[in-house]
């Protein structure tokens, strides 16, 4: 069994409680406010879970993060780059971003981004937390990312593609944008071999939230 958390409290339980099967899987129930996201992302832990079921909370190991110095650029991603395709901009259309990480994927039944968690990180943008990259073509959205800027840490939490090397192409540009802020870390919650491919690794957890205590309250540079 995992703990219910109550909506008046804030606290999670130690992260070290965390189920090994589902890998991560901390605690349910809460709230979405801004207060207890935050509070969970400086404890590393996030919130992740279908429509339909109670809010999950989650805090796996091992941890898959990027360090900026590591991005990893294939040679057909530079050449594209040097072409140009796309225009990059940021914090131009949080919540169009946010609408398209949501939209159904050619691999994925449905989405987690549900109507509440759009809410609650739409309501962390306008709080100055929450930033998206965006790639157009033309006035086309046609990729992007976002995810929440807390000290040096950017934590990353979905992008989306419609055209090819579109949502890489983002991350190339946030990637640029976070050294010359600097930011030291980006955490990308989940190993998958995408993430992989542009050089993020896994590291143990408690490496991980050491890198949050030392980077969190680490002052940057303004984001845009």
């Given at each position: 069994m995992i703990p219910w958390l109550s909506p008046?409290?804030?606290?999670?339980?130690?992260?070290?409680?965390?189920?090994?099967?589902?890998?991560?899987?901390?605690?349910?129930?809460?709230?979405?406010?801004?207060?207890r996201i935050l509070f969970a992302y400086r404890h590393g832990i996030f919130p992740w879970f279908n429509p339909g079921e109670p809010i999950l909370w989650w805090s796996p190991n091992p941890r898959c993060v990027l360090f900026p110095d590591h991005l990893h650029i294939s040679r057909s991603l530079r050449k594209r780059l040097r072409q140009e395709p796309f225009r990059v901009t940021f914090d131009t259309a949080f919540e169009r971003v946010l609408s398209a990480c949501a939209a159904p994927r050619s691999y994925a039944s449905g989405t987690w981004i549900s109507p509440a968690i759009q809410q609650a990180y739409g309501q962390l943008h306008r709080l100055g937390v929450g930033h998206s990259v965006e790639v157009w073509e033309g006035e086309e959205l046609v990729g992007g990312l976002y995810g929440l800027a807390i000290g040096a840490v950017f934590f990353g939490e979905s992008m989306f593609s419609t055209r090819p090397d579109a949502s890489k192409i983002a991350l190339v540009y946030l990637v640029e944008r976070l050294k010359k802020s600097g930011y030291a870390l980006i955490d990308c919650q989940v190993y998958n071999e995408h993430l992989a491919s542009l050089g993020a690794s896994e590291i143990p957890r408690q490496q991980f939230l050491a890198h949050l205590q030392r980077l969190l309250d680490v002052r940057t540079s303004a984001w845009c």
């Amino acid at each position: 069994m995992i703990p219910w958390l109550s909506p008046s409290n804030l606290q999670f339980p130690p992260v070290e409680q965390a189920l090994d099967d589902p890998n991560g899987l901390l605690a349910a129930g809460g709230d979405l406010s801004p207060e207890r996201i935050l509070f969970a992302y400086r404890h590393g832990i996030f919130p992740w879970f279908n429509p339909g079921e109670p809010i999950l909370w989650w805090s796996p190991n091992p941890r898959c993060v990027l360090f900026p110095d590591h991005l990893h650029i294939s040679r057909s991603l530079r050449k594209r780059l040097r072409q140009e395709p796309f225009r990059v901009t940021f914090d131009t259309a949080f919540e169009r971003v946010l609408s398209a990480c949501a939209a159904p994927r050619s691999y994925a039944s449905g989405t987690w981004i549900s109507p509440a968690i759009q809410q609650a990180y739409g309501q962390l943008h306008r709080l100055g937390v929450g930033h998206s990259v965006e790639v157009w073509e033309g006035e086309e959205l046609v990729g992007g990312l976002y995810g929440l800027a807390i000290g040096a840490v950017f934590f990353g939490e979905s992008m989306f593609s419609t055209r090819p090397d579109a949502s890489k192409i983002a991350l190339v540009y946030l990637v640029e944008r976070l050294k010359k802020s600097g930011y030291a870390l980006i955490d990308c919650q989940v190993y998958n071999e995408h993430l992989a491919s542009l050089g993020a690794s896994e590291i143990p957890r408690q490496q991980f939230l050491a890198h949050l205590q030392r980077l969190l309250d680490v002052r940057t540079s303004a984001w845009c």
